[in-house]
Nanobody, 117 residues
Framework: QVQLVESGGGLVQAGGSLRLSCAASGSIFSIKAMGWYRQAPGKQRELVAIITSAGSTAYADSVKGRFTISRDNAKKNTVYLQMNSLKPEDTAVYYC??????????WGQGTQVTVSS
């Protein structure tokens, strides 16, 4: 089993930046990829960015050029999401994800990101 803990959310003005962190614990050897999802009020949860164990990345079109996903190569269980040029439409609860050999790990508690206009 893998447990995920997100941190780093907060309130920021439009155009500002935030950096989210996610630490995985437990059976981290089984992680194939990690990523970030977000869910705005009244909307479905959507994929924001993903990074594989090989370091390949992919982004939602809405965040390309503004968000960067990375991982701590020393701590294989930690991923970050650097969010720049934030917009009010980026407001959501952000969740870390871990794609395991056996499927998706349980969601963490998420971290709230609020961007004011």
């Amino acid at each position: 089993q893998v447990q995920l803990v997100e941190s780093g959310g907060g309130l920021v003005q439009a155009g500002g930046s935030l950096r989210l962190s996610c630490a995985a614990s437990g059976s981290i050897f089984s992680i194939k990829a990690m990523g970030w999802y977000r869910q705005a009020p009244g909307k479905q949860r959507e994929l924001v960015a993903i990074i594989t164990s090989a370091g390949s990345t992919a982004y939602a079109d809405s965040v390309k050029g503004r968000f960067t996903i990375s991982r701590d190569n020393a701590k294989k269980n930690t991923v970050y999401l650097q969010m720049n040029s934030l917009k009010p439409e980026d407001t959501a609860v952000y969740y870390c994800s871990a794609d395991l050999i056996s499927g998706l790990a349980p969601w963490g508690q998420g971290t709230q990101v609020t961007v004011s206009s």
